[in-house]
């Protein structure tokens, strides 16, 4: 069992930064890989970023790439997700998910455990 906690979001105005972190509990969390999506209201969830075991490979969502990192710290058990130059088209509930299969996935269905969710709201 893992437990993940999410924290970080806000409001932002457009073009700045914010950096989500999400901590598991457990001792087992460089098991997991590790992804973040997010849910705009009425819309589906959608994969962001997913890191592998070891933090040496991620994959990035198009919407995202160059203005989003994923990283992780194995003995802090936390991951994090530095958003730069923010759009209002980003403005959604950001979650950080565990998957306990041995490759990056993008599909929301592979993953094990959930958090709550944060919110990061960007204005124009």
């Known amino acids: 069992q893992v437990q993940l906690v999410e924290s970080g979001g806000g409001l932002v105005q457009a073009g700045g930064s914010l950096r989500l972190s999400c901590a598991a509990s457990?001792?087992?969390?460089?098991?997991?890989?590790m992804g973040w999506f997010r849910q705009a209201p009425g819309q589906e969830r959608e994969f962001v970023a997913a890191?592998?075991?070891?933090?040496?490979?991620?994959y990035n969502a198009d919407s995202v790439k160059g203005r989003f990192t994923i990283s992780r710290d194995n003995a802090k058990n936390t991951v994090y997700l530095q958003m730069n130059s923010l759009k209002p088209e980003d403005t959604a509930v950001y979650y950080c998910?565990?998957?306990?299969?041995?490759?990056?996935?993008?599909?929301?269905?592979?993953?094990?455990?959930w958090g709550q969710g944060t919110q990061v709201t960007v204005s124009s």
């Open positions: 457990g001792r087992t969390f460089r098991s997991y890989v």
């Open positions: 890191i592998n075991r070891s933090g040496s490979n991620t």
């Open positions: 998910a565990a998957d306990a299969h041995w490759v990056i996935t993008r599909r929301p269905g592979e993953y094990d455990y």
